[in-house]
């Protein structure tokens, strides 16, 4: 629907056209762009406040009605796991470094195997508010808070990283220095924030529909400018880009950045825990009535996940079309390969119409708060359930516990903001930054489920050790450049002696190897069935 109306403003001359030449050109954001930006905010928080109102219980609050649509549910997954890092990661991916990672697709039908007919007919039995129930009634109390715990470390790192890139970005669009990245972190985590802690789940999965489209028009409007400005599809590549890195299919150098075979077994096993850890997917299934529909949920986050990936990964390649034609459209300061993430942002400001250019922001706006909103109400939930509740300090009345939930929401949110500012510090692309720290619990949380499911002699210690070596795995293959020290590539370029494609897969077998030894050799349960 958005492409429809942008590619209606395109064709018919007004206001917004009636000053542009036929290239694409700007000048940074108009005052017109920043009125549609507003309007977006604006209409989101409306959203939050209209559910707030139909709201009686923390279980509305958190799992909507257990009988929401499907493919509702299903966006809303895919809304959640792409944020503004994926939405800018992509393009700057495959424009600076090359496409092999588009072929992190080809795992997802053995990922649907997988989460629909072993992980979902499991959890769905059970009609949980937080995900780390389940992991009491077979590992203990210490193993459900272990869960819970792990997983808001997560959220509030991946959500205050998200926050900082957002505000980067952003700094590129407005020509401002990055003393305004606070300011900028502070307005965007403002209206996500309002609007989850009034609306709770119906508001998120409602404005990650509207969101998704936003983004994703976005996107195909760039794609259709460019090639209106190229005079067809001459921007695709029918080569190799002598820019790009060497990808090859396999390698036995681990410090090769990516492989083939490293980036299937990393969407692998990243979609694989996502799904089966994570309490912002587990909650969304259980926002459904049935495993056949949570399995409708899943394959709609699958195939959406298909459609924007290869059209982000497309917008990379025409911003190095783009800018290859025009090279005296791209600033000094900005190299196509070694400031790559930076060049669509860039074209989004200073390239597009006024208006479009507005449009195309508040798509970035719209991926940041569809991970915030989901991130903030999960680890409110889990907070609740797994803390609060669980400890029998909950208020009297269902009317002070949706009010609890809803302060604790904020409350949140206002954290990773303020934490966000610290994000700056961890080196690489916004692909590697967001691996080496969206990676580094993911498994670890899996698997504590994949423990208390699959393993019959699994122990509490034995469990609580594993988590300990996986967890200790995956930091020491993220920063182990830092660590070990740096080697330099035959281009001259420093890399990890350890890809960072290489941390969810390694992390997770040594987790479960570890974890299943020291469950042998520690049966002792004690730990397990330990009370607060």
């Given at each position: ?299 709609t986050q699958l195939i959406v996940s298909v459609i924007v990936t290869l059209t982000l990964g497309l917008v990379g390649f025409a911003l190095m079309g783009y800018f290859e034609a025009h090279p005296e459209r791209l600033p000094a300061a900005l190299d196509l390969k070694k400031n790559a993430d930076q060049v669509f942002p860039h074209f989004i400001a200073y390239e597009l119409p006024v208006g479009i250019s507005g449009l ?120 182990s450049g830092p660590i070990f020290g740096f080697v330099t590539s035959p281009s001259g370029a420093k890399l990890d002696p350890i890809s960072f494609q290489w941390i969810a897969p390694i992390a997770f077998a040594v987790n479960v190897a570890f974890g299943s030894l020291m469950s042998l050799l520690l049966p002792d349960n004690e730990l397990g069935v330990q009370e607060p």
């Open positions: 629907m958005l492409t429809v109306v942008l590619l209606a403003a395109v064709a018919l001359p007004g206001p917004v056209w009636a000053d542009a030449p036929a290239e694409l050109t700007g000048k940074g954001l108009a005052p017109l762009d920043w009125a549609i930006i507003g309007a977006y905010c604006v209409g989101t928080i409306a959203l939050g406040y209209y559910y707030s109102r139909r709201q009686t219980s923390t279980h509305e609050y958190f799992v909507g009605s257990g009988r929401m649509n499907p493919v509702l549910v299903g966006v809303s997954l895919f809304a959640t796991l792409l944020s503004t890092i994926s939405y800018l990661s992509m393009p700057g991916e495959s424009l600076g470094k090359g496409p092999v990672y588009l072929a992190s697709l080809l795992a997802l039908p053995m990922v649907f195997v997988v989460v629909s007919f072993v992980i979902l007919p499991v959890y769905m039995k059970q009609r949980v508010t937080s995900a780390y129930e389940l992991l009491e009634a077979r590992l203990g109390y210490s193993i459900r808070m272990l869960g819970a715990g792990m997983f808001i470390s997560l959220r509030l790192i991946w959500m205050s990283l998200l926050i900082y890139l957002t505000a980067k970005a952003l700094t590129v669009m407005l020509g401002v220095g990055p003393d305004w990245i606070p300011w900028i972190a502070l307005a965007t985590g403002f209206v996500a924030v309002i609007y989850t802690s009034l609306g709770g789940l119906q508001a998120v999965v409602i404005t990650d529909l509207f969101q998704t489209l936003l983004l994703y028009g976005g996107a195909v409007t760039v794609l259709i400018l460019i090639s209106m400005d190229l005079g067809g599809f001459s921007w695709f590549p029918t080569s190799w880009n002598p820019s790009w890195d060497t990808q090859p299919i396999i390698s036995t150098n681990l410090s090769t950045r990516v492989t083939l075979l490293g980036t299937l077994l990393n969407y692998f096993t990243w979609y694989v825990c996502t799904a089966g850890g994570d309490q912002t997917s587990v909650q969304r299934f259980m926002a459904v009535s049935d495993a056949k529909a949570a399995r409708r949920a899943y394959a195309v922001v508040a798509a970035m706006f719209a991926a940041a708060m569809s991970s915030i909103d989901s991130g903030v109400n999960s680890i409110t939930a889990v907070v609740m359930t797994d803390v609060l509740d669980r400890h029998g300090w909950t208020p009297k009345t269902e009317k002070q516990h949706v009010l609890t939930a809803r302060l604790l929401a904020f409350t949140i949110g206002a954290t990773v903001v303020y934490a966000s500012s610290t994000m700056g510090a961890i080196p690489g692309n916004i692909t590697a930054v967001t691996t080496k720290t969206a990676n580094l619990l993911t498994t670890p949380i899996f698997a504590l489920f994949f423990f208390a499911v699959f393993v019959p002699f699994a122990s509490p210690l034995g469990v609580w050790a594993g988590a300990f070596a996986g967890t200790a795995t995956a930091i020491l293959i993220a920063f």
